[in-house]
């Protein structure tokens, strides 16, 4: 019966979840292709539907005394105000609720702060207004800008689909391999956020975070900055294509011949770099 | 000096001394009446300031793609609304209720510092002339958030930051001194008879409120000189290319702003355990437990304020406490609520617009409550944080929590302090505008979030569309609700018609401030009732 019910629940999260499907407005936490954006997905929805059940009846219960005890249907009002036993009761099934709860997110943390064992490491900066992506172990590195056309956000030209979602060079990472990300940033504080991906880290300038994913699906996954950062904030987005661990080798080639493998940021010749795209600044 | 203590018992001066006339009598007042006035329009004046702002964010918002605010234009847009509606709405009604039925409920004849009182009020004039000015400066005014993070608002900050930090002082200064008057009233001028736990729960939730405002407004205070000393002295507080630490700001005025979001809720509280009673013809249920509860959640306030920042890339540990901690607050405040739905339990139910604000409260803060525990578990937090999911549920907190509470206070109150009672046929289209209105805004938002949509972003996506559409349409219903509680309260507070309320304007109300006429004289408990 258990296994039945955590099956229904899961067909009916399945089909809630949106993957970023365009004209479709999503209503839900995509569930996402790394394991922990999925245990952070069945997490979500387990405290949605313990929610559910706590408020439930107590609206429940609210809305039948609304309707019950009207003074206009002659209802006269009893003499309680206390009760022992029932104050106890709501105090102690809460609190072992959130017991329940805390539960399997102490454990879900857990896996998002377990970085070991990672196989390919991307340290990524944040700017304003654009993201830099340095593969520190293959000697790649480039600026990944909007490249939605200023005359679409200003509504001269029609939208496409990916309006404010597509960038010039996107990251590119193998299926099935651990990637560590290591977060900061070079001037304010920014936020890397793929939402199928499970992963949102801040990136403060001083710091270096520390995050992992492992890309189940291949596919192309997008997000956006997660920290307000001035006034292109809502214009640096970032977008990981996975593909397999082929088609990566060949990208690692590709982007090694056009740049030299330097390491250190000053002598890295970065032609992938377009000029940051600003849109609409202050006057 | 015995004279005038002589003179202010001597009833029978009441009727000669009436209120000066004129402006100086507001500029000059220290009635504990007249200051809660001026607190209470000051707000309602921000409240449509702060609102405006908000439908122009909302109109942006329509649609993708830039429509007449650029960018810069709405971040500070949704900046100075953020800063209006917490510093110059909330706090300053709540302060003025405080002040109208804090010495009414306890039978003192004022506020123990009346002229510091005065002095409380007439900062917050001053206080916002000169946030509001920044807008007019040339340059941009505060675009950072109402939470003004470093180094965007200390090395990347424009010119009108300054303003903001020495405006923020000035907020600050008067919310400690409200603080302290209310604190030194509460233990110092109760009348004989009126023990702690035969106060009424809203002096409890004030009580409480003050103690939390004297000990993190200070905090603030030391926020925004650190920035200011990062700005102009050299210093490097937040600048980690000196040896600092952006974070460290977070850790500051997260200190200081999770007990100020208790600050923006407790006192309504305590308006929604006195409405609820009157209304349901019924005793409060487990009064005692109200009060431990509105402590207990004032404490722990103080130690859940890493919530705000899991994603900073704090160590495991951190975490597992401020999670734990965080999820225990929704302990005593399920705690509240269930007690407030067994007071109307077996009642005897009537439905004036009081009750249907704090009903609507009932129901709608649950739900941010629900989306507040969903927040509190890091994983998923991980996601929502900075989405739209976040500003859903601090809307429903605040504005179907704090701002309703304050509506149903002035709805039940208004009729004592005028002696007329407003239209209920106005009150209740009020009412269901704002219900309506506020849930078609910010229930999308809770998809939003999950969608994927950020906040503060004055441009999206385009699958996000449909929902900020419905999100914009929603606003501009319940802005027109508001516009129904102006007139109500205008037409009421202007009216020439005499006052023709019995003390006892609500038959199931309890209190001393029943026992005085409607109006009550310009000074009142000139002796000292005994309970």
Not at chain 2, 481 to 495: H, N
């Amino acid at each position: 019966m258990y296994h039945r019910v955590s099956r229904l629940l899961l067909l009916l999260s399945a089909s809630l979840t949106a993957a970023s499907v365009y004209a479709t407005p999503g209503i839900n936490m995509p569930y996402g292709v790394t394991p922990i954006s999925q245990q952070i997905y069945n997490l979500h929805m387990a405290a949605f539907w313990i929610c559910c059940a706590i408020g439930v009846p107590t609206f429940g219960v609210l809305f039948y005394s609304l309707f019950k005890f009207r003074r206009s249907k002659g209802a006269v009002a009893a003499h309680f105000h206390e009760h022992i036993g029932i104050e106890i009761m709501w105090t102690v099934i809460p609190t072992l609720i959130l017991v329940a709860l805390a539960i399997p997110a102490t454990i879900v943390l857990k896996n998002m702060h377990d970085t070991d064992e990672s196989q390919l490491t991307i340290k990524i900066t944040g700017f304003q207004w654009r993201w830099r992506y340095e593969y520190l172990d293959q000697g790649i590195a480039f600026f990944s800008n909007l490249s939605t056309p200023q005359a679409q956000i200003n509504g001269l030209a029609p939208k496409d689909k990916w309006f404010l979602l597509e960038v010039d060079n996107p990251v590119v990472v193998p299926v099935n391999t651990k990637v560590r990300l290591l977060v900061t940033s070079d001037d304010v504080i920014h936020d890397w956020w793929v939402p199928e991906l499970g992963v949102k880290q801040d990136a403060i300038p001083g710091f270096i975070n520390e995050n992992w994913v492992k890309i189940t699906t291949p596919g192309v996954y997008r997000g956006q900055c997660g920290e307000l950062c001035g006034v292109n904030h809502a214009f640096m987005p970032i977008v990981v294509e996975a593909v397999s661990q082929a088609d990566f080798n060949k990208w690692v080639v590709a982007h090694q011949k056009v740049i030299p493998a330097a390491t250190t940021q000053n002598t890295i010749i970065d032609t992938t770099q377009a000029p940051a795209a600003l849109p609409a600044t202050a006057s | 000096m015995s004279d005038a203590i002589s003179h202010a018992l001597d009833a029978h001066h009441d009727d000669h001394h009436g209120p000066a006339k004129g402006f100086k009598r507001w500029l000059f007042t220290t009635n504990h009446k007249d200051i809660g006035t001026l607190y209470l329009t000051f707000s309602l004046v921000m409240l449509f300031v702060g609102g405006f702002m908000a439908l122009l964010v909302r109109t942006e918002l329509f649609e993708p793609g830039t429509a007449f605010l650029n960018p810069e234009q709405f971040n500070q847009m949704t900046t100075m609304h953020g800063l209006i509606m917490v510093f110059g709405v909330i706090m300053p009604a709540m302060a003025g209720l405080a002040n109208w039925m804090v010495p009414l409920m306890i039978g003192a004849p004022d506020m123990a510092l009346p002229r510091l009182n005065n002095w409380s009020f007439w900062l917050l004039p001053f206080a916002f002339s000169m946030l509001l000015s920044t807008m007019l400066m040339s340059g941009p005014a505060p675009d950072f958030g109402w939470t003004f993070y470093a180094p965007l608002s200390t090395t990347y900050g424009p010119k009108s930051t300054d303003f903001f930090i020495f405006s923020i002082h000035m907020m600050g200064v008067s919310s400690i001194m409200a603080a302290l008057n209310i604190v030194v009233t509460i233990f110092n001028m109760r009348c004989p008879g009126m023990t702690w736990m035969k106060m009424p729960i809203f002096v409890w939730s004030w009580l409480v409120t003050a103690f939390l405002l004297l000990a993190v407004m200070p905090v603030l205070a030391g926020c925004v000189t650190m920035m200011l000393m990062d700005r102009h002295f050299g210093t490097s507080f937040f600048n980690a290319a000196g040896g600092g630490d952006p974070v460290l700001f977070q850790h500051v005025f997260w200190f200081f702003g999770h007990p100020e979001v208790y600050i923006l809720i407790l006192p309504g509280f305590g308006v929604i355990s006195t409405v609820i009673p009157t209304f349901a013809h019924k005793k409060l249920f487990g009064y005692t437990s109200m009060v431990y509860a509105t402590v207990m959640i004032a404490v722990l306030g103080f130690v859940v304020w890493m919530h705000h920042m899991f994603v900073t890339g704090a160590p495991y540990g951190a975490q597992l406490f401020f999670m734990y901690a965080t999820m225990l607050v929704a302990v005593p405040t399920g705690i509240k609520v269930f007690n407030w739905v067994a007071t109307i339990f077996r009642g005897s139910i009537t439905f004036e617009t009081p009750m249907l604000f704090a009903l609507g409260f009932l129901v709608m803060f649950t739900l941010g409550g629900f989306s507040g525990l969903m927040l509190a578990l890091v994983p998923s937090d991980y996601q929502y944080r900075d989405s739209y999911f976040v500003v859903a549920h601090f809307h429903y907190v605040l504005v179907s929590g704090s701002l309703f509470t304050i509506l149903a206070a002035i709805y039940y109150w208004l009729p004592k302090w005028t002696g007329r009672m407003y239209s209920e046929r106005l009150g209740q289209w009020h009412f269901w505008l704002s219900v309506i209105g506020m849930n078609m805004t910010f229930l999308p938002m809770h998809f939003l979030g999950l969608a994927g949509m950020p906040r503060r972003i004055p441009d999206y996506a385009l699958q996000f569309t449909d929902f900020n559409q419905v999100c914009t349409i929603g606003a501009f219903i319940f802005g027109l609700g508001q516009l129904i509680f102006l007139y109500i309260v205008i037409k009421e507070c202007f009216s020439k018609r005499a006052p023709d309320l019995r003390d006892q304007v609500w038959e199931g109300a309890i209190g001393l401030e029943w026992t005085l006429p409607s109006p009550p004289p310009y000074h009142t408990f000139a002796v000292i009732p005994h309970v």
